[in-house]
């Protein structure tokens, strides 16, 4: 992976970070499906990464997935999301990770309902929520 605009020790994080965050950014974690607060949400504004507040995901891009975690079509850049390939549980998905502090975010898939495609995945607990003035 290339270097990370925002580099922290792992110790460092878990300081930052409370509990439920870090488990999701920094082990991979998956919060329960329809528990996180974003899952049914839908202000206009703007998705942060809750590990270094990039901007990720734009509320014109949400959708409702109805598979209990928030789902967007398409990232605020392209830049801004990694993808890795993912083989755990016997499945093979596609991880998405913030680029700037390869914080674990969720998942994409193709089964998307709009034009682009694709379904991104995320945990609520991944993102902040601001909305827009
Ligand atoms: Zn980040």
């Known amino acids: 992976m290339s270097a990370l605009k925002v580099q922290k020790t792992e110790a460092e994080w878990k ?13 991979k974690g998956t ?3 329809f528990t996180g607060e974003y899952s049914n949400h839908n202000e206009k504004g ?5 590990g270094c507040d990039a901007l990720l ?6 959708f409702d997935s109805h598979c209990g975690w928030p789902a967007f079509d398409a990232p605020a850049e ?5 993808e890795h390939q993912d083989r755990s549980f016997g499945m093979v998905r596609t991880e998405v990770t913030c680029s700037d502090c390869g914080g674990h975010l969720g998942h994409v898939f193709t089964d998307g309902p709009t034009k682009t495609g694709l379904r ?14």
């Open 31 to 33: 919060e329960r499906a």
């Open 57 to 62: 995901f734009e509320s014109n891009q949400k």
């Open 120 to 133: 991104y995945c995320i945990n609520s607990l991944a993102l902040k929520f601001k909305p827009s003035a």
């Open 78 to 82: 392209e830049t801004i999301i990694h």
């Open 46 to 50: 703007t998705y942060h990464c809750a």
């Open 15 to 27: 300081a930052e970070l409370n509990e439920e965050v870090f488990h999701i950014l920094r082990q």
